[in-house]
């Protein structure tokens, strides 16, 4: 197995020396010509396509250059298909199967999805449960080593017993979870008679669930100096850490986690007190990775409190699943007001809004945005069939160097009510650009500004937008929960038995209307009380 050296190099800055632990830090992650700036993000995928997004597109999108994929997404199979790609000159095989090119992208595997919440069955000893169109799968350590070794991506999430179950977890299922997975870890750099055959740049998967001392144990024994047959069997290395290249939070069992200790909430600090004390005894000179967070406050958070190099693209798909053009910037514009931190396209107020999905809720603060939706091109011309001289192009118009004129609101307010896939797609191409950009943001106010800025630009992030949070104390949804509701509403109006379902939605509209009119011609009456107008079981009125 023959994966390129990772090279991750720390910037440093008068307010934040590279060697500090949990400071914000800006840095170049490199494998083979591709180089990725941290903070940043990575691409998540389903069997290694990006939702919503062609091939074409994906090139199109510039913020997407790291590639992560779940592995359980092919395990119908035995072997999976992807262990059967040929190999093809040096190229990795992955890269091959997916196509993606290996001077262009980084790829990374999981065996399990990071976003994936659903209750699993426990793991054992021996394997660990993953979850495929077939139902569950179990995969054994020595399957996860063959299954990368065969696969050869850049970068390969080391198995950990993370336990799906329900909480709360007793300190024995703790202490199994801390020894299985640092055993697993041993496994994957286990030194073979071939050098080759050694996985590289390997990521663990840091466990300990909501116990800080459980964390920290975990990461003590990955420093920790090796003895007898355990170091010969990862020899030429002492410790575990030798062999890691990266650290990566998942926080959806994090979350699911707290949320079963009593008198403990998944809120900021409780989430960053356990991520510092899983880093405490690590090396500070290698990338964090945390996937699934929530929104660009907690990111922010978690960078500047925790310093976390690299973030997926899970919240700003999320997005586009449910109607969401995300419309925020960092450093925030200066307006009047809090504002969401974008707009649910479902809503009819915006039927006729003919701005870009980046048009600022004000016009003093005016939006660009680079995305193929915002500022789309036209294919180039050597790129056009053309069959006869009636598609020659226009002369007089350049199509190749000016942009077209941008889809608009009502365009995608549109394509979502008539459940057209194309909605979905440029929305994923905005939110992605959208969340690029907020990274460049951050970089350059770390690299060139002081603590004191960086910090008052935090202050004036979240004074500006409204957080994406579970907080049931909030007067009225956020922008997120009334886009989720529209998507349900209109996903009820297509498919098998929509008629009948939109038939008893008018009827139950219907006599909550009549029941509003009888209740005012009552009050008019001087009747005291509220009047409930009585329905049959078919939802209509009886008088």
């Known amino acids: 197995m023959s994966s390129p050296s990772l090279s991750f190099e720390i910037s440093s800055s ?18 083979r010509k591709v180089a990725i700036d941290t903070p940043g ?17 994906v090139i199109r999108t510039k913020g997407i250059r790291w590639i992560h994929v779940p592995f359980e997404t092919f395990l119908e199979h035995k072997p999976p298909v ?3 790609q040929p190999q093809q ?4 095989k992955i890269n091959s199967f997916l196509r993606f090119p290996e001077d262009e992208y980084v790829l990374s595997m999981s065996l399990r999805d990071p976003a994936d919440r659903r209750e699993m069955p426990a793991n054992t000893n021996v394997y660990v449960t ?6 569950v799968k179990k995969v054994t350590p020595s399957d996860w080593r063959s299954y990368m070794i065969s696969c050869n991506p850049d970068i390969i999430f080391s198995l950990s017993d993370i336990p799906f179950t329900t909480p709360p977890y007793s300190q024995k299922r703790l202490t199994k979870s801390i020894e299985r997975s640092a055993l697993w870890l041993a496994h994957m750099l286990h030194s073979g008679p071939d050098s080759t055959s050694t996985p590289s740049n390997v990521f663990v998967q840091m466990v300990g669930g909501a116990s800080a001392p459980a964390r920290t144990t975990f990461a003590e024994s ?20 030798e062999g890691v290249a990266g650290y990566a939070f998942d926080m959806v069992p994090l979350r699911l986690a707290i949320e079963g200790v009593q008198g403990l909430s998944p809120n900021h600090s409780t989430i960053v007190s356990l991520i510092q004390a899983s880093l405490l005894v690590l090396p500070p000179n290698k990338p964090r990775l945390v996937t699934s967070a929530r929104g660009p406050h907690e990111m922010l958070l978690l960078i500047r409190e925790v310093g976390i190099d690299l973030f997926d693209t899970y919240w700003a798909q999320r997005a586009a699943n449910i109607g969401v053009a995300l419309d925020f910037s960092f450093p925030a514009h200066i307006v009047t007001g809090k504002r969401d931190l974008g707009h649910n396209l479902y809503d009819t107020k915006y039927t006729r809004d003919f701005t870009s999905m980046m048009g ?17 091109y036209s294919t180039p011309s050597p790129e056009i069939l053309r069959h006869s001289s009636m598609d020659e192009p226009d002369k007089h118009r350049d199509s190749s160097d000016s942009p077209n004129p941008p889809y608009t609101k009502a365009f995608l307010h549109h394509l979502l009510h008539t459940h057209e896939m194309s909605a979905h797609s440029l929305l994923a191409l905005h939110n992605i650009t959208v969340m690029d950009a907020f990274f460049a943001g951050i970089r350059g106010l770390i690299s060139h500004n002081s603590a004191s800025i960086f910090e008052a630009e935090i202050r004036r992030f979240f004074e500006t937008y409204m957080e994406d949070t579970d907080d049931m104390s ?23 038995g929509r008629i009948a379902r939109e038939t008893e939605r008018v009827k139950a509209e219907s006599a909550v209307a009549a029941n509003e009119v009888l209740k005012k011609e009552m009050e008019e009456k001087g009747a005291e009380g509220a009047v409930n107008v009585p329905l049959a079981s078919n939802g209509e009125v009886m008088m």
């Open 14 to 31: 008068e307010a934040y020396p590279h060697d500090s632990r949990f400071a914000p830090r800006v840095a170049k992650l490199l494998i």
């Open 41 to 57: 993000l990575l691409a998540c995928t389903s069997r290694g396509v990006v939702p919503h997004l062609s091939r074409d597109n």
């Open 130 to 135: 993953a979850n495929c169109i077939r139902g």
């Open 222 to 241: 990955l420093v920790e100096v090796l003895h007898g047959k355990e170091a010969d069997a990862i020899q030429p290395r002492k410790c575990l850490d």
């Open 360 to 376: 600022n809720h004000d016009k003093d603060s005016p939006g660009i945005c680079l995305c193929a939706a915002c500022s789309p």
């Open 89 to 92: 000159g040096q190229s990795p």
């Open 474 to 496: 909030r007067m009225e949804p956020n922008v997120f929960e009334r886009a989720e509701k529209a998507w349900g509403e209109v996903e009820l109006l297509r498919g098998k």
């Open 82 to 84: 992807p262990t059967l």
